[in-house]
């Protein structure tokens, strides 16, 4: 059964036999194999050290969460090159040693496998490759050579298999097996070669810009304006060390037009064929976020905005406001009163409290105020979506809940693509990471009690884990999927299994929450399903969740990923508060 990133109604096509011959740049044998690719480039300048691994795993996030599978093309980590350089001439080497461009590739290896981490660590299925695994064929002086060509064989079989691969951009092979580097800001040449040999049109270079200005905007010369469309020359011109210009070069030749964007922006420069006058920008005045919670999932949500320059957080809604955290805030964030949250006139709230009543009135008292709305909360939310949404509408607010379902894995988002694509006759799904975690260690013979206070001590359970134990979580989460697929939601007297201490089986039981509609009528359950045929669903270890969504014409739609856990969820609610972020610009007439 075809299931991967998001959400797939054919399997992706199957690539081609891995032909390893190298391929000229004209030809693309990649392309075919491509659906629903892109190329993200992050550079040093986002990639400052280690801790923005995190970030740059977000933006992938993403791209997997619309349903694009990802090869995201790294730079050293800032500084990294000029280490490594320098360590080796300390040995004696000189600058243009054979040996010196092998060396001086590990600092864009080492990133790639640390951004592969950042996105294992939310749940998204990555791999990185090797300069050599990765395959790009250059010509030229090895310190500053040009790709010509592309073994394809491992980015292919990465990409059949993963939903994001990270390469390391910079490094390239040449005929004599040498590792060849592509000139200074070289991974942007690799990225667009890459993006290029895939038969795409566009390629994303990330930067610490929002795009391509008409004069430094950092320098004090006069407003600087931003261009939406550039031409190639545009770029030449004021692209100065923004964009390697071997870089626009190829993608003038390849046809490859190359967005220049900021982190978490919809809205970039593209430079291409066409060029319009440069205008005005989005301003750069942060998002004043407000918090509710500081649990497991409030507190990765409070660890990953205090830092990031695009958010103020102005508050931070907790019961306790003395209670000791594990994240690190001034203690003047927190206080207990809704209202005075409320009074700080936040734009946005992120809501990840563990009482279902307390969300829902604080959600319905910041959509009456116009504050937008990222929820986890799904026993807040499965009370009344429909409700919720006409009041976000009637007060011009956004209200996102991707998080409150399946935690990392984008089940709204795979329920919603379905949706669009035809009617829905029902779906089955595992949607409790504590039960799922729970069901894996008493099948390899541990005890109930000690199952249990392991998922709690991982931040999958409830406050309350009788909501996980009795199935009412995954209730809830099959009332907001309904939601999704019908515009209404079964009553809440739906059956559940429990799962109760003297649990027994043999072999492997999946809770499988599952909703139809039969006669006009919607059937839905939560049971305990012990003659397991599905290998999507046998298949899920710990705390992983999936998803499968039948259309009435026979389409099956899939999706999987980290159901439970502080990163994966916080990254979900950070997805949500992007699209918020880009619909509000949107609106504004930025884009
Ligand atoms: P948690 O660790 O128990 O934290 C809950 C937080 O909510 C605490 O900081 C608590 O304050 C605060 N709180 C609860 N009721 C409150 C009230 N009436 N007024 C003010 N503060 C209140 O819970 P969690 O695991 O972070 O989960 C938060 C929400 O996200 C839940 O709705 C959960 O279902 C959902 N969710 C969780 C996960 C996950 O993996 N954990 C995944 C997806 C969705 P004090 O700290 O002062 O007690
Ligand atoms: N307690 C929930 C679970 C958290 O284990 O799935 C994610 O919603």
Redesign the pocket.
Known sequence: MPHSNLALVEPLKPLEAADDAPVQAVASPLAAAAPDVVVLKFGSSILRDAAQAPAVASEVYGHVRAGRKVVAVVSALAGQTDALLAEARDLGLDHSNDLLPAYVAQGEERAAALVAIACDRIGLDAKSLSVRELGVVAEGPLEHAHPVGLHGAHLRKALSEHQVVVVPGFGAVNDRDQVALLGRGGSDLTAVFLAAELGLKRVRLVKDVDGLYDRDPASNSGRPLRYRQASWDDARRHGGALVQHDAIDLGEQRGVEIEVAALGRADCTVVGHHSAPPGRSIPDAPVRVAI????????GLLARLLPDSRYEVVGV????PK?PRDVDAPAGLFL?D?EALLDLKPDLLVE?????G??HDLIRAALERGVDVAS?????ISRDPGGLARLAEANNARLAYS??VG?GSPMIETLRAARAAGPVAGFEAVLN?TVNFMLDRLDQGAEFADALADARVA??A??DPSSDLEGR?SAAKVKLLAFEAFGETPGDDLPCDVLAADFQADGPVRQIGACRLEDGVLQASVKLDRDLDDPLFSALKGERNALKVYGEDGRVWSCKGRG???WP?TESVLADVADIIRARHAALGYH
């Not at 509710?292 to 507190?299: I, M, R, S, T």
């Not at 990840?352 to 279902?356: I, R």
Request: glycine content about 24%.
């Open positions: 509710a919670g500081c649990g497991v999932v409030g507190g809604l907790v019961r306790d209670k207990s809704r990840a409290l563990s009482e279902g307390a969300g986890a909360n799904k026993q807040a998080a409150a935690g990471g931040g999958f409830e406050e979580d439970a856990g502080r969820t």
